[in-house]
């Protein structure tokens, strides 16, 4: 029988483990779960007899890879993949695919949630600012990006973005301004939401240099990766600038230096939770699903991300 394993640290609500497993049996297969698992050698049990498994930010590292021995394919419930080893996966022709889009919405929702709650004190009950009529600069202009770009016009915002990748009139026919560099949308924008993936190129590159540029009461929102930004250089202008703010989903591995100095301008959720709705985990599980079948029955290779 053919296996699916959900192996999610984090795991998916209830509704959407139904829509996957009625996906899964739909096609003949058998699903397997390991949800909230706490130590690495329960992953490289559970991964033992999978032919497919389905993963959120769980670690896909060449020892989990290695230790499915009947892997044909790796689904990433969500956009990022910078958490499995491509390049042990395909060395063992294991196809890796992520789901692009299907969380988008959710994790949107988050970063002006956090521009609210930031703007309004935190809710303290004192008179804070709004939104509407602010700058915001939307970097790297993806699915998460151009949700950002609709709702924040919703709220009034004038709305920059910057993506090398994305043509100008992509972005200029959504009614956002397109800046040709980077440094214009720091510089233009007093809230910059970051959107851009965890890799070689980005790792630590929203620097000193880059933050200094941002307008007075500048804030920093990350529903990204923690990875890309170089955090000494982060504390730096702290210390330095007592109007810049720093919202993430993704809090720096040296938060305490934070929230012991700077406790007033800096918000991070627990847990990573930009795409914890119920809605995202329907979408993004039953899309991995439907493609491990896809792939398993057709060779439908539509979504690969190690090619
Ligand atoms: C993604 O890359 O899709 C988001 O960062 C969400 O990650 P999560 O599935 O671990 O919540």
């Given at each position: 029988m053919t296996n699916v394993l959900i192996a999610t640290d984090k795991p998916f609500a209830p509704v959407a483990v139904k829509g996957i497993r009625e996906v899964v049996e739909e096609a003949g297969f058998e699903l397997g779960l390991l949800e909230?698992?706490?130590?690495?050698e329960e992953l490289l049990n559970g991964v033992k007899d999978a032919d497919a498994m389905i993963i959120r930010s769980d670690k896909a590292d060449k020892d989990v890879i290695d230790a499915g021995?009947?892997?044909?394919i790796i689904v990433r419930?969500?956009?990022?993949?910078?958490?499995?080893?491509l390049q042990a996966a395909t060395n063992k022709g294991i196809v890796v695919m992520n789901t692009p889009g299907q969380n988008s919405n959710a994790v949107a929702e988050l970063a002006l949630g956090m521009m609210t709650y930031y703007a309004r004190?935190?809710?303290?009950g004192k008179s804070g600012t709004e939104l509407m009529g602010k700058t915001l600069g939307i970097h790297a202009y993806g699915w998460v990006g151009k949700n950002v770009a609709r709702i924040a016009k919703g709220f009034g915002m004038n709305v920059y973005a910057f993506d090398p990748f994305i043509p100008k009139e992509e972005i200029e026919k959504d009614d956002v301004k397109w800046v040709a560099t980077v440094e214009e949308l720091y510089k233009a924008c007093q809230y910059i939401s970051l959107h851009i993936p965890a890799n070689a190129q980005t790792k630590?590159?929203?620097n000193h240099a880059l933050l200094s540029l941002?307008?007075?009461k500048g804030v920093l929102v990350n529903?990204?990766?923690?990875?890309?930004?170089d955090e000494a250089d982060l504390l730096k202008i702290f210390a330095e600038r007592d109007d810049i703010a720093y919202l993430s989903d993704v809090a720096p591995s040296n938060l305490a230096d934070f929230q012991e100095n700077y406790s007033s301008r800096i918000f991070c959720t627990?847990?990573?939770?930009?795409?914890?709705?119920s809605e995202a985990n329907v979408n993004a599980g039953i899309a991995a699903a439907k493609q491990i079948v896809a792939f398993l029955r057709n060779g439908d290779k539509t979504f690969q991300v190690n090619k």
């Open positions: 909230g698992y706490t130590s690495k021995q009947n892997l044909k419930a969500g956009a990022g993949y910078d958490n499995v080893d004190g935190f809710f303290n630590g590159s929203i941002m307008p007075k529903t990204a990766r923690a990875e890309v930004i627990p847990k990573k939770m930009g795409a914890q709705t």
